[in-house]
């Protein structure tokens, strides 16, 4: 079967490419570790979130109970042309609302399990219709680009011994992206499902120290839906795209009762994402000139590998109110201008953030903020042009302990 080259990467669809973790990978679906800039994730044990990053964290939790949370980023680019587009200028902004929701049920005081809703990629960028970016090439250029990636959970953790603790996640995947040109001539809108999996280990030298380790899976799936040429719409598209593994390293230690430190050093495999290739049976085979004359080719991403390093301070004002703020270093997997798109204009970035958590008998109300500076970063590949972009995040987490 003759494959089509398909150039925008379904992978490369959307939400957040500039505001969220390099890539399209994201964390905000804790509002605690939000808060501390991610720092200590998954070992902290003030929140049900810890099966998303390390489910052996799960132990941390002395309470069963559930949370529902809500992070709504806003993202904000002041975009110049390059080259033949010097001179012409265009902005894009947009909001977009990032759910979880978690529970945990502690069994004894060996063997906990838990249960989640949340988004671990995304992407979403939308250029104006009437910008330089989407009009590009008679119209060609990107225009609305959307991935979502949503993760349904369910994990175990074991507590082996006072200090040692073991925890696994099952993870059913669902993929969903759309894409379209700046009007409307060509596009995609493809969806599927897979299963993949979280794990980790946690060791505590003591009551306030302690380290952790997780590994996530890498995914690929199989996702299938209408491909649309000019006129032309093939509902046999079909395409395998690869999520990429990540190890987390993380530590935790409480000076004193009032400040509490934390870390974490992220390695993301973004190796795996080089090229992305969609194959239509009806549309390679056909003798549509439209079809043939269509123009895409395959985008050489070549993604490297990347780290995100961050870290965290914790002030317990007192029994009820506890106070983050964190700092982090994110890296992006885009090699140079020459492989970053305008769907993907990503750039390494550094985060700013703070957090507040008020406790009152059974309730918890998590409020978390973050900032980030993001470098200046030129895209070569479809339309020149040069991103000048910041982000700020704004989240809210309710839990209740039974």
Known sequence: MKKLIFGASLLALGLASNAHAAGYQLN?????????????????????SALANNPAGMTLVKRSGMSLGLVEVEEYSRIKGEGPFTGQKTKMHYGVPLPSAFGQWNVNNKLFLGAGYYVPFGLSANHKANSFVATAGGGRGPHKSELEVMDTALAAAYKVTDKLSLGATLIYRY??????????INGYDLDGWTWTGNFGVMYEFSPDTRVGLSYRMKSKQTVKGDLTLGNFVFDDGRASPDLPSSIILSGFHKLNDKLGLSASARWTHWGVFKHFIMTSPTAANSAIPQVAAAGYVDHPYLYRDSWTISLGADVYLNDRWTWRFGTAYDQSPVKNGNHRSNRIPDVNRTWLTTGLSYEADNWQVDLGYAHLFMNKGVARFDVPAEYSSHSNMYGLNVQYKF
């Open 175 to 184: 993929i969903h992206g759309n894409m379209t040109s700046g009007q409307g």
């Open 28 to 48: 905000e679906y804790s509002i605690t570790n939000l808060g501390r800039a991610f720092a200590g994730a998954g070992i902290m044990g003030d929140d049900y």
